[in-house]
């Protein structure tokens, strides 16, 4: 007769061999990197968020990623624990994932004991000054300039660290975050998405997907009790009513070749969820010009309709963006709808009017002229040989905010975020605008 004791230890044997995870070849990275590791060339434009990534009951691929402090994550030896792995893309600059960082702290308190959760920090979405990968285009967002969080696209490891450090000194992020590898090698393979998660079940299968964590369909919270065989309350009701207000203008004015953006909030002030459909009724633009919506996420300028969750008691900000190219003047007709109420329902106008700059053309200005510091937090001053007096400052819709005289001047008065400024010469504009950061 078989001794019990061996044959406990042979049915523990038997277990891990069945937890042995099973992965595809690792896909980087090796050694700790450099800081002055340059960052591989990011692609122009990335495909549609909703067509990337890997597919449900894929065996993942392993990996090996650093977090700020040199020390390493590797799927495989968090797989050996025998809890599921929870991994989330992230960047500062997506006000996306800053806005589901309450879901992931509460995912950590909740699940901690059973789950591995870790964020893997990818390329910038919405980089200032430089190109989205997303969008082919510069498209900061009026998101981020209103909070200041204008950064960038790193083009070495240690910048990337850089930004990350600055995430992490501003916000409380419960889950560990490893930064993606020079070239970008878990963002490539698993993405490219700015926010998406993928459930690792412990035999190293993908369970679940998300193009967006956490998203209309995609209940984190009932797909992790589900791999975890635990209760499930899947499903969501909608009703509720919504109301749109704009905050902005309905005409903007811009600069040629700048974001024009127009504003509006949308309110649920109802106990229950609203499920709001938004969508671009008319579209009139002039030639190179494209447009997008922008509320829960920021979408592609080819969508042109979005389904939106507002929650029970909340308020939701909606961005139409105008990307001009030349001047001109672009409308749009925004149609917004509750899907449970047909009667609930709201057409706003948004006109961009893009025009050249005023006065002299600063290429052909010899003299140059730069503000310093920049970013400001408080005093601002003229550089250089050109004749200037003084400077107009506007917000990045075009509206002046005011007028200042001198080449030295306190800009105390100024709330956070960025600024096109534009040289003045005895109460005249004389030259293209500057872009000024206001900390």
Same mark, same amino acid.
């Given at each position: ?7 406990? #230890? ?14 595809? +070849? ?6 700790? +990197?450099?800081?002055?590791? +340059? =960052?591989?060339?990011?692609?122009? !434009?990335?495909? *549609? ?38 991994? $989330?893309?992230?960047? @500062? ?29 990818? +390329? ?20 981020? =300039? ?25 916000? !409380?992020?419960?889950?560990?975050? @490893? ?29 679940? %997907? ?52 127009? %504003?509006?909030?949308?309110?649920? *002030?109802?106990? $229950? ?24 996420? #920021? ?11 507002? *929650? ?6 909606? @961005? ?39 006065? =002299? ?13 920049? *970013? ?64």
């Amino acid at each position: 007769m078989r001794s019990p004791i061996l044959g406990l #230890c042979a049915c523990l044997a038997w277990g891990s061999a069945l937890a042995q995870p099973d992965l595809l +070849p690792s896909i980087g990275i090796g050694a700790l +990197p450099s800081d002055n590791d +340059p =960052i591989c060339t990011l692609p122009f !434009q990335t495909p *549609p968020i909703t067509s990337c990534g890997r597919p449900e009951g894929e065996q993942a691929a392993d990996f090996n990623l650093y977090d700020i402090d040199g020390d390493a994550f590797n799927l495989e030896s968090a797989l050996l624990l025998g809890k599921p792995v929870l991994m $989330i893309s992230s960047s @500062y600059t997506c006000p996306v994932f800053r806005d589901k960082v309450p879901v992931i702290n509460d995912v950590v308190a909740n699940y901690g004991s059973q789950l591995t959760t870790i964020i893997v920090y990818t +390329p910038e979405a919405h980089p200032y000054q430089d190109i989205s990968p997303y969008f082919g285009a510069v498209n900061t967002g009026q998101t981020n =300039i209103n909070a200041g969080i204008l950064y960038e696209q790193p083009e070495t490891y240690g910048e990337r660290k850089a930004v990350l450090q600055a995430m992490l000194d501003s916000m !409380q992020i419960d889950a560990p975050i @490893y930064l993606d590898g020079p070239c970008n090698e878990w963002w490539n393979y698993y993405g490219p998405q700015p926010n998406n998660a993928y459930l690792i079940d412990t035999d190293g299968s993908i369970f679940r %997907h998300h193009d967006w964590l956490h998203r209309n369909d995609d209940d984190i919270y009932c797909d992790i009790d589900s791999l975890l065989g635990l209760p499930t309350n899947c499903g969501q009701t909608f009703g509720g009513s919504f109301t749109v207000q704009l905050m902005s203008n309905d005409t903007i004015w811009g600069d040629a070749g700048t974001t024009i953006t127009g %504003h509006a909030l949308l309110t649920n *002030p109802t106990s $229950i969820d609203c499920l709001v459909r938004i969508v671009k009724l008319q579209v009139n633009m002039p030639s190179g010009w494209t447009s997008s919506l922008c509320a829960d996420v #920021c979408y592609l300028p080819d969508v042109d309709t979005a389904l939106v969750e507002l *929650p029970a008691n909340s308020t939701m900000d909606f @961005y139409y963006y105008f990307y001009t190219t030349g001047a001109g003047t672009g409308f749009t007709r925004v149609g917004f709808r509750n899907e449970s109420d047909f009667n609930n329902g709201f057409q706003r106008n948004f006109w961009a009017v893009a025009s050249e700059a005023n006065g =002299i053309d600063e290429t052909r200005d010899t003299r140059s002229w730069w503000l310093a510091p920049n *970013p400001a937090q408080s005093i601002i001053t003229i550089v250089g040989d050109a004749n200037i007096d003084g400077l107009q400052i506007t917000d990045m819709q075009g509206r002046e905010v005011v007028r200042l005289y001198g080449r030295s001047n306190d800009l105390s008065m100024l709330a956070r975020g960025v600024y096109l400024v534009k040289p003045l010469r005895q109460g005249e504009v004389i030259g293209a605008a500057r872009r000024l950061v206001k900390e």
